[in-house]
Each structure stands twice: as C-alpha cells, then as structure tokens.
C-alpha cells in the first residue's frame, strides 16, 4: 500500500506537471491547493501504515470481571473492580514508560478532573473510583449527567514484555469499554464507534447457574456485538470465572460440558440475530479464563515483597482450590515468610489453573491473523 500510495504521487505530479502548461494562470492556485491536500494525505497514510495502532477493546456481560480482565492485560490494578456494576464511563489506556492519568472535564462533572503526572498506581485507581462512584450515585437524579471519560498513559506488560509479538513501532491501546447499558451519553457513542475496527475481548461470566439469567447473559452478548457494530470475527469471547468447575467431583468433564454447551449456545443466538454474519459466527473464538487468580499470579511475582505477599493471601484466601497441592507443601501459614521459591511455585499453579497461558496465545494467534483489518 506504501508504494502504491508513492506510485501515486508521482502519476498526480507528472499529470500537474503536463495540465499546469494549459490551464489559465488563475487556475494555479487550485491546482497547488489539490497537491498540498494530496500531500498531506499521502503522508499521514504512510505515517499511519509505518506506525500502526491497534486497540484491544474490553466489554463484558453483567458481573463477569471485565475490570479484572483489563488489569490483566495490564499486569496491574489499576482499574476500579467491584462486586456491583463499576462501570461508568470509558477509560482508554495507552502505552507509555510514563504513568499519568486525565479525567477529562464533562458536562455537569461531580468528581475532581484535572491531569496527573509521575501518578502510583494505587493512585489511578482511587482517583477512577472516586468519579466512578460519583457518577454511579448521581445519574439517576441527574439525567443528563454525562460519564466520566479518562486517558492513562501506562507501561502496561502485554506491550512491555512482547507477549503479543507484534510488528515493529504498532502502538496499542486498551479501550475499557462501560456496560454497554449506560452508554446514553455522546461521550460513549464516540468510543464505541472506535471500536468498529478493534479487537473486542467480551467476557461472560461462566459462574452463573440461574437459567434464566444465562438466557438473559446471553442476550447481551448478542446487544453488545450489535452495538459494537463490528464483525464477531474480530471478537473473542472469554467464559471468564471458568475456576468454579474445580470443585466439582468431575471437574474435567463438567467444565467441558458447560464450555461445549456455552460455545454452542451463544453461536445460536448470534446466528439467529445476525444472519449477515453466519460465517463468522461459525469460526467464533471462545476461550476459558479466570482472570482474577491470573492477575493474583502476575502480583505475586513482583519484586515488592509487601506487595507479593498481600496477592499470596488473596490467592490462598480465594482460590484455595486451585493451590492447595502446593500449601499442604509450604512450612509457614503466613504469606510474609514464603521463600521466593515458594512464591513462584503458588503464582506458576496459578498461572496454569487460570488459563492465562491459553488465553495469552489465543490473544497472540488472533491478533496476527486479523492484524491488517484491526490497525
């Protein structure tokens, strides 16, 4: 396309070349005013083919850890999680060695804007809590409250250790989407048109048992592929909470059913509410995943030994299930005395238990084969 778009250029200036001896002299202008606009073009399309962007899209039915699954593909927590419905608003998290934060001020804004550099991370997230909940408590009496909107810039680790393996100088943003059923305001409406090309992670939470509420999930599923306006073939769909199979005597074969049943259930009611898109349907990526012992497994290794070991008795407190092979091994009940060796073996177990592996290649494998239609 580079040397299309080069090709091009030449044939206009020979072609201006040839015209410009014919034409009367007021015409001129006209002519070096179409080759500066041609320009100009030209250059911003090869600037955008030599600096491609691609953005990861994260939306999620109702409780089904998407926030989680945003700090996860971050390496950190830095987006507000909780257990009633967070999401207020869209965060766009870009790719920096430098960590900064703006809430972007909005119409009738509750909640403290402004831009902060040189910011922690425990920081980011008090300050998006606070508009958050802010916004969460106001919008029912206050109609045309508009959502927070936030940019943070981040060295966020699917960028900062190549896990994705992707073509020299591609710059890549999260776009943390709000629950698609708050998205009233033009703020939202914009974000989301950005998403017609992005790669859009949609979790579903797989712990839920109620029939009529998996019927309800899946129905928005369906709402939000349809708002998102894009091809289920640049979507990839995690059955987050897939952990809680674990406990069942027959763990293997109950998680399989549940995956084959869910695979096949939200293929259905894709396909009868969007038949123009049957094809794509069919090669729908489904992927396990529990996001929050995946990213209790990427806390546990970082070098800050408080840090470590708060993630350890959050991991043994919630996830005992998946580690507790390794803990009848471990010498000492406190997670402030584990060996570093001990650390690693809990976070590794895990790592393996959660899926994050499969996830993460899954992710790699269909980045790569629809890079060119998502940047």
């Known amino acids: 396309i580079e040397f299309k778009a080069k090709l091009l250029a030449q044939y206009w200036d020979n072609f201006q070349t040839e015209i410009s001896q014919h034409l009367p002299e007021s015409y001129q202008s006209e002519i070096q005013e179409l080759s500066n606009n041609l320009e100009k073009a030209l250059n911003q399309l090869i600037y955008e083919l030599q600096n491609p962007t691609l953005t990861l899209a994260t939306t999620g039915t109702t409780s089904s850890g998407k926030s989680t699954l945003v700090n996860l593909l971050c390496g950190a927590e830095i987006v507000p999680v909780a257990v009633s419905e967070m999401s207020a608003g869209a965060v766009t998290i870009e790719y920096s060695t430098e960590k900064s934060l703006i809430i972007y001020e909005t119409p009738g804004a509750l909640w403290e804007c ?51 393996q992707l073509p020299k100088a591609t710059r890549v943003r999260i ?38 509420k998996v019927k309800s999930l899946l129905q928005e599923v369906v709402q939000q592929v349809k708002d998102l306006g894009g091809s289920p073939a640049r979507m990839l769909f995690a059955l987050n909470r897939i952990d809680v199979f674990r406990a069942d005597r027959s763990w293997p074969e109950s998680e399989n059913r549940f995956v084959e049943k869910a695979i096949r259930d ?43 070991a708060d993630a350890c008795k959050k991991a043994r407190n919630h996830f005992y299930g998946l580690i507790e092979d390794i803990l009848e091994d471990l010498p000492v009940v406190n997670t402030q005395k584990w060996t570093r060796h001990d650390k690693n073996r809990v976070a590794q177990a895990l790592w393996q238990k959660s899926y994050g592996e499969e996830f993460q290649q899954n992710l790699r494998e269909h980045i790569n084969k629809h890079f060119p239609q998502l940047v």
């Open 266 to 308: 939200i293929k259905n009611e894709l396909t009868e509410q969007l038949k123009e898109y049957t094809e794509d349907i069919e090669n729908l990526k489904v992927v396990k995943l529990s996001t929050w012992p995946a990213l209790l497994s990427l806390q546990i290794q970082n070098q800050d030994d408080i840090y470590s």
């Open 175 to 212: 776009l943390d989407l709000p629950g698609l059923a708050y998205v009233g305001d033009q703020g939202n409406a914009n974000v989301i048109k950005q998403c017609r090309e992005a790669l859009c992670i949609v979790t579903y939470n797989s712990a839920e048992t109620d029939s009529q």
């Open 114 to 164: 402004g831009e902060w550099r040189g910011i922690s991370d425990d920081k980011i997230y008090q300050r998006l809590y606070q508009a958050m909940i802010s916004y969460i408590e106001n919008r029912e009496t206050q109609p045309n409250l508009a959502c927070p909107q936030s940019t943070i810039t981040y060295p966020f680790r699917l960028l900062k250790e190549s896990q994705l």
